[in-house]
Every structure is written in C-alpha cells, then in structure tokens.
C-alpha cells in the first residue's frame, strides 16, 4: 500500500467523510488525493490498489466499493497493531528529541562542594529558596550548582528544611 502510516492512522476520518450523504459516488484520482492527503502518484495507486475501473482516460471507484474495503482493513488485526506501533514510534521519537535537545545545551561543570559554597545567585534559607539567572541555560546551570551542594552536604540541607522559618 502507499504510505500506509500517512493515511492509516486517519482512516476512521476518512470512512466518516465516506459515510456522509454529499460524498461523490464516484471518486476520481483528485478527491482520492484529497480523502486520503497524499500526493497525485500515490493516489493513483490507492485507486488501483482498490479497485478503480476505467472511464474514459481516468480511473474512478465507486464510493460505497471503497468505503466497503476500507472497512474490511479498519477491523483487521492489522489496523490495530500497526496503529499502536505508530503510536509507539511516536512516543520513542518525541523521547529522543527531548534528550537531543537536552543534550546540545551545554552547562559548566559544578563547582560548589557544599551548601556554604554556593554562588550568591543562590539563596537558601528555611522556607525560602532564591535563584538570580540570566537565561534558561543559566538558570539550568544555577540548578545543577545547587542539586551538587545540595548531593554534598544532604545531611545539612535536611537540616534547614526542618528548621521553622518563622521567628519565634
């Protein structure tokens, strides 16, 4: 089949614009192009993939011949899986853009060794934490200087958590 994963995964779409009462009878290459959102050449291989006939220099296939084998593919084993594995393929690729994109920011390596070594840009106190930044690489950077303190001297941090913020 053409392109399976462009138009497959709106099939139920097109069988519901198939099913109103205004569909053509007659579908030529144009509105197969049109239904299905491919390209001249691959709606032409639908047509004959489907069963298109002859008229005149065109192919054309009757609207109810089409709509009856797409509704043979949508309750196939077939439509299922490959719509799950689609979605599949989706999910890992949106995955990956997300650790490219995280992998292209370049932040400076750590350099606080513990809670009483952080920038000034950083404030922690019970009950409040204040971060001065630039920018969203500098504000990363600030995070990562605290999240190494904070890894440095845990025991201390879990300290000013617990303490009570308000004077007594």
Known sequence: ?????????RLPRIQALLAQSDAPALLNRTSIQ?????ERRNAQYLLRRFGAVRLGNALV?????LASQLDGL?????FERRLRRHEQVRTVLAEARATWQLARISLPEPS??????LPRTIQLEPG???????????LL????????????????????????????
């Open 1 to 9: 089949m053409a392109r399976p994963v462009e138009w497959f995964q």
């Open 34 to 38: 049109q239904l299905f959102g491919v």
């Open 61 to 65: 296939i009757e609207r109810e011949q």
């Open 74 to 78: 949508a309750s196939a084993d077939d």
């Open 112 to 117: 606080a060794e513990g809670l009483s070594q």
């Open 128 to 138: 409040r934490l204040s971060i001065q930044f630039s920018g969203a690489v500098d």
């Open 141 to 168: 950077g600030q995070l990562l200087e605290l999240s190494k303190a904070i890894g440095e001297d845990f025991d201390r941090f879990e300290g000013m958590l617990n303490q009570d913020p308000l004077p007594s």
